[in-house]
């Protein structure tokens, strides 16, 4: 399966991302590797995502939330929770 995802940092900031394995990437970035993935090495939670089955899917899905303002990202989180 393949995830698009957003996290929020303990400062407050939002990443979106996909991934083919969600566990791993949360960890990597509670590691200490986030700023692989997100430029910080701040702790992250998971605070959305979506399945798809194909990496194309989950990568046009994340395409679209990247260009959701911060306001329009917090209602889609809002709605799912």
Known sequence: MNYTYIVQCSDGTLYT???NDLEKRIEAHNRGKGAKYTKTRLPV???YY??????EEAMSREYGIKRLSRTEKLNLIAKNM
Not at 50 to 55: D, G, R, W, Y
Request: hydrophobic share 35%; proline share 8%.
């Open 50 to 55: 979506e399945e798809f089955p194909t990496k």
């Open 17 to 19: 991302g996909w991934t």
């Open 45 to 47: 939670h998971l605070v």
